[in-house]
């Protein structure tokens, strides 16, 4: 392990992670490679297994099965467990931890010890200015907003040219008009460095805006892993149409040549991944809101909420016992209460599951 950590361009590959705690298991069979420079998301809901993932990458878990690879040498496997600070992987979670009677600078340079003391203070300098925070360096974290704190916490863990990076939640305590700003930043100097990049996330639009591939876990199961523009275009589960390509999903029936919803029949034709569906197979589809259209009608389905967001309106059309929300650029000349039906004819639909 010692040539390991001395590598500064590293990619780092998960093979075949599986996790228990007691007798819940966590992880099941996950193999993911970040490469150097490379940034991947993972999303997924509560309980799904991202922060555990990171930890056992960390060296804060240890590997129960599977091997975690740095380059072509072994980091971790069940008999073989380096503490962190032997990792050559830096870390960053959502509550900074930071030391609060270390200035600013002294934070930044606390894993600098081996370094000359002119070469330290000029790594010090340049890493605060890239993060944008020198005129705080004299400060201590206590007298800091939030979103300084977050940088200090990146420069702190960048000064030392991991191999890899790992962050959990690292904007989730930022106020939202920073929050856009400090991802930027620190994508930009991720990428400056090279540095491979796994980043725990629950908000889509940061690991669409964050992320070279989006890596899905939902429990405790890599259900898929690709590029943003892969992700929205051709989801393979239902979480990720719904939190990841703003599909709205729909259950039907197959009957025929169409898929009976309650909202209205959709052609099959109009399905991307049909060829999967049988007579009577209960499915359940993804839409593209703009799309579909709506008029007045005796359907069972009715408008139960319409809403103004800034750049499109949202209908809520509520059927047997479920809501679809449908996206309109301009004001829908309909009333909320007034019973509708759906044109589904024009409908982009992905196949989502099959009961």
């Not at 856009?180 to 930009?188: S, T």
């Not at 991720?190 to 940061?206: G, Q, S, Y």
């Not at 029936?253 to 209960?282: M, W």
């Not at 949202?314 to 909320?336: A, M, W, Y």
């Amino acid at each position: 392990m010692g040539s390991a950590v001395k590598l500064k361009k590293m990619r780092i590959s998960f093979e075949h992670i599986t996790h228990r705690f007691t007798n819940e298991s966590v992880l099941q069979d996950i193999n993911l490679e970040i490469d150097r420079g490379e940034i991947v998301c993972i999303i997924g809901p509560s309980g799904s297994g991202k922060t555990t993932l990171l930890r056992i990458a960390a060296g804060l878990e240890r590997v129960q099965n599977g091997r975690i690879m740095l380059n072509d040498l072994l980091l971790a496997n069940s008999e073989l467990h380096p503490p962190p600070e032997e990792r050559s992987i830096g870390l960053v979670f959502q509550d900074h931890v930071l030391f609060p009677h270390k200035t600013v600078s002294e934070n930044v340079g606390f894993g600098l010890r081996n370094v000359r003391n002119k070469e330290r203070l000029h790594k010090i300098a340049l890493g605060l200015e890239s993060m944008r925070v020198v005129e705080v360096s004299d400060r201590y974290p206590q007298t800091l907003s939030g979103g300084q704190q977050q940088r200090v916490a990146l420069v702190r863990a960048l000064i030392t040219e991991p191999g890899v990076m790992l962050l959990d939640e690292p904007f989730a305590s930022v106020d939202v008009p920073l929050r856009k700003q400090l991802r930027e930043d620190a994508r930009k100097q991720l990428k400056a460095n090279d540095t491979a990049t796994l980043i725990v996330t629950h908000d889509p639009e940061e690991a669409m805006a964050l992320a070279d591939r989006v890596a899905v876990l939902v429990d405790g199961k890599l259900v898929q892993t690709g590029t943003p523009k892969e992700l929205w275009h051709a989801p393979k589960h239902p979480f990720i149409a719904k939190t990841l390509s703003g599909l709205q999903t729909l259950r039907g029936k197959v009957q025929g040549p169409r898929l009976k919803t309650a909202f209205g029949d959709l052609s099959l034709s109009l399905i991307n991944g049909r060829d999967k569906l049988r007579e009577n197979d209960r499915a359940e589809i993804g839409i593209r809101p703009e799309k579909v259209s709506l008029a007045p009608s005796e359907s069972p389905c009715f408008v139960r909420d319409i809403r103004f967001f800034g750049q499109k309106y949202v209908v809520f059309i509520q059927g047997d016992r479920d809501t679809l929300e449908l996206h309109f650029e301009k004001e829908p000349s309909i009333n909320i209460g007034e019973k509708v039906k759906l044109n589904l004819a024009s409908a982009q639909a992905q196949l989502l599951s099959i009961d």
